[in-house]
């Protein structure tokens, strides 16, 4: 009765601990990895490394320096050696080490016993990054970190770079205008498209920079962040009048760097540019960044004349995708589908859109469109979106490489919050005076009086 009784004393706080943990790894999956899933995959890690190398083949023979030595101080027996271990250092989100591959390894060999590494060390996935010849890096994420996004707190930052998303292998995802001047996001409804472009305008109207939206859903997308816009448009009659000034300011920028090439003799190195980066300060116009919403709605024609007007609005858009980079204008273009039956040019446009954001697509094709081009293999991840996730997305680029990345969620009140206490960094641009949106002007709000008037009888 005694051993009972002391068994159940014991068992008791035992069940609550495991209920703890277990609810703990379901709903705060942080605390989870931080109090319990660190140390046991670092202690996992350091007690099977040797062996864990070895069955996943990622060992070598041992040198002859080494078998002698070994042979000459123990009678053991010499088994392979597995690339040289780093100091482990441990995230808020997973582990992180490098390896000093041995010679005769690459790293496609580590890459590809990534998942085996993942299930030997007990932890969500295992990412390999190329630090320098020789030298490999491992990022072992402890729990799904897109399941509830929350983003580092440490991010990159700067003119022009805007995260956005966070990434699988918990980094953010930062767009770099400077780096990827033109982007398309391609989503069908309720994919969290217009998340993603909530967080990029709210993050971007923080800075010295033009923006411009089209918005050919009467505005529904864009309108909320009108005081932070310089120019917008919301039906294609109005697009049609905006794009060529862009045109035209492109063109005016052209001819200032232009000017500037006038190179005299003696004129130093730095002073000669090809893009408004290299002007001075003083004399440097400042970016734009032009966002297209549904630009399906641009292509869209029902007339003759409607076809003459779309003609021109897309070699408008050609021409600003093809040279506004110099000029320091950067197009974001959004739709639901963006391909070859949308009419003349959207081929030719979608080429010059370097970077590729695909959110959950309602066919194959759709994702075709968007990464097909650029990284084949991405396309399956794509399609694979559930509808219960929206924000995650697959993002690529030009140099084959991919990623899926989700957005954190953000109310659109409080991004145009953000819009609306930034309206004083809306440059003055004449050109574009003509398109500003009309926004009703907050009333100020005076505090109440400390000392109340005497009444009139005093």
């Not at 780096?179 to 391609?186: A, G």
């Not at 000017?259 to 002007?279: C, F, H, K, M």
Request: hydrophobic fraction near 40%; glycine fraction near 8%.
């Amino acid at each position: 009765m005694t051993d009972l009784t002391t068994l159940l004393e014991v068992g008791g706080p035992v069940a609550a601990l495991g209920g703890g943990a277990a609810y703990a790894r379901a709903k705060h999956p942080g605390i989870y990895w931080s109090t319990v899933g660190l140390p046991t995959s670092t202690a996992r890690l350091l007690s099977s490394y040797g062996s864990v190398m070895e069955a996943c083949g990622l060992t070598v023979a041992p040198s002859r320096l080494r078998v002698l030595a070994v042979m000459a101080t123990t009678r053991r027996e010499v088994r392979p050696v597995p690339p040289r271990r780093g100091i482990i250092r441990p995230t808020s989100t997973g582990l992180r080490l490098r390896l000093r591959l041995a010679p005769g390894q690459e790293p496609a060999d580590v890459a590809a016993s990534a998942e085996r590494l993942r299930h030997a060390w007990g932890v969500h996935a295992v990412y390999v990054t190329t630090i320098k010849p020789g030298v490999v890096e491992l990022r072992l994420v402890g729990y799904d970190v897109l399941r509830r996004v929350r983003m580092p707190r440490k991010t990159t930052d700067g003119l022009l770079k805007v995260p956005v998303a966070l990434r699988e292998d918990a980094t953010p995802f930062v767009r770099d205008y400077r780096t990827v001047p033109h982007q398309l996001t391609l989503g069908a409804t309720l994919s969290g498209k217009s998340m993603y472009l909530r967080h990029l305008i709210a993050g971007i109207a923080r800075q010295s920079v033009a923006l411009v939206g089209i918005d050919c859903k009467r505005g529904v997308e864009l309108a909320p962040f009108a005081p932070r816009l310089s120019a917008l448009a919301t039906d294609p009659d109005q697009a049609a009048e905006l794009l060529p000034v862009l045109v035209k300011e492109m063109e005016d920028r052209y001819d200032l760097i232009k000017s500037r090439q006038g190179i005299a003799p003696g004129t130093p190195v730095e002073e000669i540019t090809s893009d408004i980066w290299g002007l001075p300060d003083d004399e440097r116009p400042v970016p734009i960044v032009l966002f297209v919403d549904e630009v399906a709605e641009l292509f869209l024609v029902a007339t003759r004349k409607d076809e003459e007007r779309r003609d021109e609005m897309v070699t408008q858009l050609i021409r600003l995708a093809q040279l506004g980079r110099a000029a320091g204008i950067y197009l974001e273009v959004c739709g639901q589908r963006f391909g070859a039956e949308l009419g003349k040019g959207a081929t030719m446009l979608r080429a010059q859109l370097t970077g590729r954001v695909c959110h959950r697509v309602n066919d194959e094709a759709s994702a075709k469109m968007a990464l097909g081009d650029i990284a084949p293999e991405a396309v399956a991840a794509a399609c694979a979106i559930a509808p219960e996730r929206p924000g995650l997305a697959v993002a690529g680029d030009t140099s084959g490489g991919w990623s899926r990345i989700r957005t954190p969620y953000l109310a659109l009140g409080d991004a145009a919050e953000i819009c609306q206490e930034n309206a004083h960094l809306v440059p003055e641009l004449s050109a574009l005076k003509p398109f500003r949106p009309d926004v009703s002007v907050r009333p100020i709000e005076f505090p109440a009086p400390v000392v109340h008037p005497r009444p009139a009888t005093d």
